[in-house]
């Protein structure tokens, strides 16, 4: 091994990354444990136990409560919109209709009751998806006070995205991610599945660009939308709790505090940068204007700036040279593959977190992946870049759990 070189880990991240990525902590909101936000303009309506909030982040250095509501139907774990009517996932009081005409005064409507205890709920065009410990429930919005019960799938769920335009429902369930799709046929609505992915419990999903994201566990997995394969995985420092996903990116908030940003120009996920909040995070947003990341924690409501990408989207290094580590994360061995072809004297080194390397492997020609044993070193998270003649790969984060 060749003799550790201290270098500047936020330098090391910011080396050929094409548009460099921060975030940074705005101001904040106390509250009780938040579960759940949704963002409309510079609203956030944001939830938790038998509490609805309205906060105002038009300043985002100082966001504001401009309304609550203690509706008393026990702890609301979801919230989506529709114009000016909100809807909460409420447990065992179903879909909760919130009238928020009014952001600084918003009423109670009604409950929808549903089978089971409503986990999540998803909102696209004039339909609300339900996922509850029993099944999948679609509802129709015409009349956005009233939601009408039109069909239900029997898998149960833990979080749902509706693509209302394709007429598809990505749910993360408790055996597996699975794609449900509806069609009319005279009147009638049926839901059926369509495809589906792994079989352990998922608790996230996101629609965003290319891929449809989910989240388990430590492990961040990106699905091509229409086939249900995989297209990359990132392991992340901590257990997701929230997930968000805009046109080329998505952020992860950890248990932990914690919130990652991933490009996601090509298949496999990169790091980008990354950002502590105060409190573990419960669900994360993202503005319609892809300016700020709204994070639900056990402490409030905090926001967080997403600076602009304002550059060429495209890494400067060739695609096939991003990098891919399986497994990630990793007991002991995990091997790294690229698709390119190196010339002569190219190397693979490992930094760890304070940006020392700690591990350098020569890379022949021939190779495309090198299997790398840990066996000996810290658990935690290292950094992992490909280098030299012209090569130059985005760094890599990889999860060693010994």
Known sequence: MRKLTAVCLSCLLGTNLATAQFLQVK????LSPREDVAVS?????????NSFSVVSFANPNSPAVIGQLAPGVGTLTGVAFRGDH??????????VVIDADTPSSPSWVRNVLAAAPVKDVSVGDTFLVAATSLNVTLFGLHDPAQPRLLTAYGRPANRVAIDAASRKIHCAGSDGAFLLSWQVNQGVVTLSESDEFGSSEYSNVALG??????AQGLQFSALH?????????????GQIRGLASGSNYSVIGLSTGG?????QTGNTPQFSSSVQVTGGINSLAISGNDQYVLAATTAGLTVVENSALTADESPLIPHDFALSAFPNPFNSTTTISWMGVVRANASLTIFDVNGREVLFRSVNPSENSLKLDFAGFGAGSYFVQLAGNGIDSSPMRIVYLP
């Open 225 to 237: 939308p229409n086939t249900y394969t995989l297209a990359g995985q990132y392991g992340a420092a």
């Open 209 to 214: 660009g290319s891929y449809v994201n989910f």
């Open 41 to 49: 303009g510079s609203i956030a309506y944001t939830v938790g136990s």
């Open 86 to 95: 909100v809807y909460c996932a409420g447990q065992g009081s179903g879909v």
């Open 27 to 30: 101001g904040s909101v106390p």
């Open 259 to 263: 919130i990652e940003y991933l490009r």
